[in-house]
């Protein structure tokens, strides 16, 4: 397995082994419960790892993807795009652009990025709807220019 992934499943069980109640439990009894939590972690992020490996390929291999029936014009065209899109990213605040990349990009659930934040679920949404809007607008003056 991987390093970083056992890190993982060990955090994941910590902290499920903090919110559960232990007053009644004996020390083998946590123990015993720990290690379930554990193998538990590990067969889910097992089969995750599996799924996303199935339906996913190398993240290089999305830089490849060719356009079929797309003239060099096209080509050009659809990369200037990504360039003025990337460059009216580096426009926005920090905690935007943030919020954005990783709800947009990264498929983090709006949540967990208000948590790390730390501001509303409410305003993760604002300052995504704001990144996609100037973007957009960015985007869209280009096209007409």
């Known amino acids: 397995g991987c390093r970083s992934r056992a890190e993982d499943v060990v955090q994941d069980a910590f902290f499920r082994l903090r919110s559960a109640p232990q007053a009644t439990l ?3 009894a946590q123990l015993s419960y720990l290690f379930q939590i554990v193998r538990n972690l590990a067969i889910d992020h097992y089969r995750k790892q599996a799924l996303e490996q199935k339906y996913t390929g190398p993240e290089a291999e999305g830089l490849n993807v ?4 797309a003239s060099p014009e096209i080509s050009h065209i659809n990369f200037s795009s990504l360039e003025k899109i990337a460059d009216a990213l580096t426009e926005l605040p920090p905690r935007t652009r943030y919020a ?4 947009r990009l990264h498929g983090v659930p ?3 990025i208000a948590k790390e934040l730390g501001v509303s679920p ?8 704001d990144a996609l809007i100037h973007c957009r607008k960015v985007n869209g003056a280009q096209a007409e220019a």
């Open 26 to 28: 004996t020390f083998k």
């Open 122 to 129: 409410t305003l993760v949404n604002f300052m995504i709807r």
């Open 100 to 103: 954005f990349e990783m709800y």
């Open 110 to 112: 709006q949540k967990d």
């Open 66 to 69: 060719v356009i079929q029936g």
